[in-house]
């Protein structure tokens, strides 16, 4: 009878608390979806990491790059240096855009370039930038015209960070570990990123690409690990941001919290 008891009991903790961790995830969509690097190894193929996002923007490696232990399951180590980075293939811009959401974890003890699609022409992420004396805090510059900005919490700190980092027409925000760092209204005169002009991208140092493996510069180059990196082209909400902070593996995976198994009925015929 005690035993009856202790499973009844621990069946009802579990239909209570899962809904409460599914939350989170639940909270996430893969609507505009461009990117998604887990840099897990069963992702890395023929010197390539694939792009989970099923649109097949997979990313070159180059230089001496290297799977190791993340904060997700496996991560990217980067060596520093302006010959170790990322080519992205096929996503490129060529006309203005109103919406982007960056989000990636990264381990760093110092200012490095996590992604760019050039700042003169579209935007750029990294920890710390060049142009405001900012080594330690996240940076997001977006052009068009060019407005350099970064936020408060320091990340060079070798520690795992989550930053996010998104633009609409209204706000641009900065998130660090699951939370707002800053946040400031959109330029009047800058409703959009970009101009009339291809550029290609890179994770790892900076873009100045007409054409796939192009120029890089600057050359700031990452060095550290990263993990769980996205683009999406729709900015983010707070919850949103919160969940994918929250997330240990594909946040797209999740099964909903009304699926249980366990149903009371189950419950109440155990003897």
């Not at 991560?75 to 960056?102: R, S, W």
Request: net charge negative; glycine share 10%.
């Amino acid at each position: 009878m005690k035993a009856t008891f202790i499973l009844i009991l621990l069946t009802l903790t579990l239909i209570l608390t899962v809904p409460a961790l599914t939350t989170h995830a639940r909270g996430i969509s893969d609507d505009e979806l461009i990117i998604y690097y887990s840099f897990d190894k069963d992702t890395l193929e023929k010197g390539e990491v694939l792009d989970g996002s099923e649109n097949e923007n997979h990313g070159l490696l180059r230089g001496n790059l290297k799977i190791v232990e993340g904060k997700v399951n496996e991560c990217m180590e980067f060596p520093g240096g302006a010959a170790n980075y990322i080519a992205v293939q096929n996503h490129h811009y060529a006309d203005l855009f109103p919406e982007l959401t960056l989000a990636v974890w990264i381990k760093t003890a110092q200012r490095g370039m996590i992604a760019s699609w050039d700042r003169s022409e579209f935007f750029r992420f990294g920890a710390g930038d060049d142009v405001l004396g900012n080594l330690t805090f996240v940076g997001f510059d977006v052009c068009c015209p060019i407005k350099d900005w970064h936020g408060d919490v320091k990340v060079t700190d070798d520690q795992w960070h989550h930053v996010v980092a998104t633009f609409d027409a209204e706000m641009k925000r900065i998130y660090v570990d699951g939370e707002l760092d800053v946040e400031a209204p959109t330029d009047t005169n800058n409703k959009m990123i970009g101009k009339v002009i291809t550029r290609y991208g890179f994770i790892g140092i900076g873009s100045e690409a007409g054409a796939f493996g192009g120029a890089v510069g600057p050359n700031w180059a990452f060095n550290g690990l990263m993990d769980e990196f996205f683009l999406f082209h729709r900015a983010f909400s707070k919850d949103e941001v919160e969940s994918l902070a929250n997330a240990r593996g594909n946040p797209f995976a999740v099964e909903p919290a009304d699926k249980l198994s366990i149903t009371w009925g189950k419950i109440k015929s155990v003897k």
